[in-house]
């Protein structure tokens, strides 16, 4: 079993629609939960992070974190093309893991 | 604030040479962390440096080696250079005792 899970994709939306991204993971020791955004041929950048259970809002992004169930996703509303992106989720703890990415298109 | 910078943007070399990568982590950040992004394979661990020592390190053969600068800046050899070392590598750095980790826009190495 992966350590963390998350699929490719790639997912297509409409422009304002209401986007869902989501990853599990299979070890409790994990504490702190990030979010990245990678543009094609570019670093990832930090979109957010949380440490304990429960929702984190910042702007058109929530993050949300469930540690009884090991599952993170993060929300962003009336998206716009300019999300198009590939997103990963990490978790550390003990060690940092990355999942392997979403790639994410929003339609104009 | 400057964010993480990398040197050089892209790199060309061939087999069985060597290749150093360089990282300057942002200002007032101990630890750096170097990443393996080939494609279709999302971001594998390499290295970490905090205050000058080697704390972790990933599944990757010796050949990959690297280390911290009094400064904090970072520098990433790969010896003897195969294809499949062909990928982008990445640098972050993080604050200490933080875990989020700032990156940088990569060094993409192309071996041919």
């Known amino acids: 079993q992966k350590e963390v899970e998350q699929d490719p994709g790639p997912l297509s939306v409409p422009e304002g629609a209401i986007v869902s991204l989501n990853c599990t993971y299979s070890?409790?020791?994990?504490?702190?939960f990030m979010w990245y955004r990678q543009y094609s041929r570019k670093g990832p950048e930090l979109l957010m992070y949380t440490y304990s259970s429960g929702n984190k809002e910042d702007g058109r992004f929530t993050a949300q974190v469930d540690k009884s169930s090991k599952y993170i996703s993060l929300f962003i509303r009336d998206s716009q093309p300019s999300d198009s992106a590939t997103y990963l989720c990490?978790?550390?703890?003990?060690?940092?893991?990355f999942g392997a990415g979403t790639r994410l298109f929003v339609k104009a | 604030e400057a964010g993480v910078t990398q040197s050089p943007t892209h790199l060309i070399k061939t087999r069985g040479q060597q290749a150093t990568l360089r990282c300057s982590p942002i200002?007032?950040?101990?630890?750096v962390y170097w990443y393996q992004q080939a494609l279709g394979l999302g971001l594998q661990f390499l290295l970490w440096?905090?205050?000058?020592?080697?704390?972790n390190r990933g599944n990757f053969p010796p050949r990959f080696s690297g280390r911290q600068f009094p400064n904090y800046s970072s520098e990433l050899n790969v010896n003897a250079l195969e294809l499949e070392d062909s990928a982008l590598y990445l640098c972050?750095?993080?604050?200490?005792?933080?875990?989020?980790?700032?990156f940088g826009p990569g060094t993409r190495l192309t071996v041919t």
């Open positions: 440096y905090d205050e000058g020592e080697e704390r």
């Open positions: 200002s007032g950040h101990t630890s």
């Open positions: 990490a978790m550390t703890g003990f060690k940092t893991i």
């Open positions: 070890n409790s020791a994990f504490q702190y």
């Open positions: 972050a750095s993080s604050p200490l005792g933080s875990y989020e980790q700032y």
